[in-house]
Nanobody, 117 residues
Framework: QVQLVESGGGLVQPGGSLRLSCASSTSTLSLLNMEWHRQTPGNEREFVARIATTSRTNYADSVRGRFTISRDNVKNTVYLRMNNLKPDDTAVYYC???????????WGQGTQVTVSS
């Protein structure tokens, strides 16, 4: 069982920046593919960014060039750096861990990001 705890959300003005963190309970984060997703009320959760065990990254078109996902396998933490934030980025952001070995997925509880002037 892998527990994930997100932090770093908050209120920011348009054009501002935030860095989200996802701390994992496992000491083997290097074996997990990690993703960030987000969700707004009444909508399905949507993919934001992914970083594989190889450190290869993928991004949703809506955030590419503004968001950067990274991982620190020593600290067992994944980050999402968000720059040039827009009101449309307002959502609850969730961290997800996927184990290719077990086929299991794990989710954090989410952290709220609000972009507003």
């Amino acid at each position: 069982q892998v527990q994930l705890v997100e932090s770093g959300g908050g209120l920011v003005q348009p054009g501002g920046s935030l860095r989200l963190s996802c701390a994992s309970s496992t000491s083997t984060l290097s074996l997990l593919n990690m993703e960030w997703h987000r969700q707004t009320p009444g909508n399905e959760r949507e993919f934001v960014a992914r970083i594989a065990t190889t450190s290869r990254t993928n991004y949703a078109d809506s955030v590419r060039g503004r968001f950067t996902i990274s991982r620190d396998n020593v600290k067992n933490t994944v980050y999402l750096r968000m720059n040039n934030l827009k009101p449309d980025d307002t959502a609850v952001y969730y961290c997800k861990a996927s184990s290719a070995r077990s086929g299991s997925d794990y989710w954090g509880q989410g952290t709220q990001v609000t972009v507003s002037s």
